[in-house]
């Protein structure tokens, strides 16, 4: 059981600023990597975000120089701090861990949280 809580979103005016982020528990062995997804209305689930164990982070082209993403491995928590924020950033925005089981690495997801910035 894993269980990947998060917060944080909310409406806010074009050029402001939200901090999201993501809790997990449950019973992990080991955290890989962490991130952000977002799904805005008739697009596809893509990649905000992403950071690795030891701080390797990986952006979409998108949000390069705007958003910051971190983690706190004691808290095994994520965060996305989002600035000078768009109206193409609009979207619903879903937290996502992988977790080592033996060999393999599985993905598991956050309820979501909805991001709306307003122009």
């Known amino acids: 059981q894993v269980q990947l809580v998060e917060s944080g979103g909310g409406l806010v005016q074009a050029g402001g600023s939200l901090r999201l982020s993501c809790a997990a528990s449950?019973?992990?062995?080991?955290?890989?990597?962490m991130g952000w997804y977002r799904q805005a209305p008739g697009k596809q689930r893509e990649l905000v975000a992403s950071i690795s164990r030891n701080g390797r982070t990986n952006y979409a082209d998108s949000v390069k120089g705007r958003f910051t993403v971190s983690r706190d491995n004691l808290k095994r928590s994520t965060y996305l701090q989002m600035n000078n924020l768009k109206p193409e950033d609009t979207a619903v925005y879903y937290c996502?861990?992988?977790?080592?089981?033996?060999?393999?690495?599985?993905?598991?997801w956050g309820q979501g949280t909805q991001v709306t910035v307003s122009s």
């Open positions: 449950g019973s992990i062995s080991s955290i890989n990597d």
């Open positions: 996502n861990a992988k977790i080592a089981v033996i060999s393999t690495l599985l993905d598991y």
